[in-house]
């Protein structure tokens, strides 16, 4: 599968919550970036996907998320995302949220392609990009 991406970025206070630690729901926007920002060095733009492959998206099926430790307002994390299975509709991506070289959340992430609603065979290009 291809190689892992790293997508840096830092915490906010609008990430935060009334306790100072990152909201736990401000894991799920950076997992996304990540996820994003791994599609688009693969050269796929899901909006360019959308447009030119008749409304092709991808959504989340299932996610499965560990929160280890928190993250504070100014850390500098990294999101880390790999292909951990690719299936016919749909990929599992293997993602971590660390600070340094502390993991703070670690998530499985299943992907799945859809068009119209419903579920279509994983394009061949990305199929292609995705493969060792």
């Given at each position: 599968?291809?190689n892992?991406h790293?997508h840096?970025?830092?915490?906010y206070?609008e990430?935060?919550?009334?306790?100072?630690?990152?909201?736990?729901?401000?894991?799920?926007?950076?997992?996304?970036?990540?996820?994003?920002?791994?599609?688009?060095?693969?050269g796929?733009?899901?909006s360019?996907?959308?447009r030119?492959?008749?409304?092709l998206?991808f959504?989340v099926?299932?996610?499965?998320?560990?929160?280890?430790?928190?993250?504070?307002?100014?850390?500098?994390?990294?999101?880390t995302?790999?292909?951990?299975d690719?299936r016919g509709?749909?990929?599992?991506?293997?993602q971590?949220?660390?600070?340094?070289?502390i993991?703070?959340?670690?998530?499985?992430?299943?992907?799945?392609a859809?068009?119209?609603g419903?579920?279509v065979?994983?394009?061949?290009?990305?199929?292609?990009a995705?493969?060792?």
């Open positions: 599968m291809a892992p790293l840096t970025l830092r915490v206070y990430d935060t919550d009334f306790s100072g630690f990152t909201y736990h729901a401000s894991y799920l926007k950076f997992l996304e970036r990540g996820r994003t920002e791994f599609l688009r060095a693969l796929i733009v899901q360019d996907l959308y030119d492959a008749d409304g998206a959504v099926g299932r996610m499965a998320i560990d929160y280890l430790k928190p993250a504070l307002m100014d850390d500098v994390l990294t999101v995302t790999a292909v951990a690719l509709a749909s990929m599992v991506l293997a971590t949220v660390k600070r340094d070289d993991c703070l959340t670690r998530a499985d992430v299943t992907v799945a859809v068009r119209r419903r579920p065979r994983l394009p061949d290009a990305l199929r292609t995705l493969a060792p």
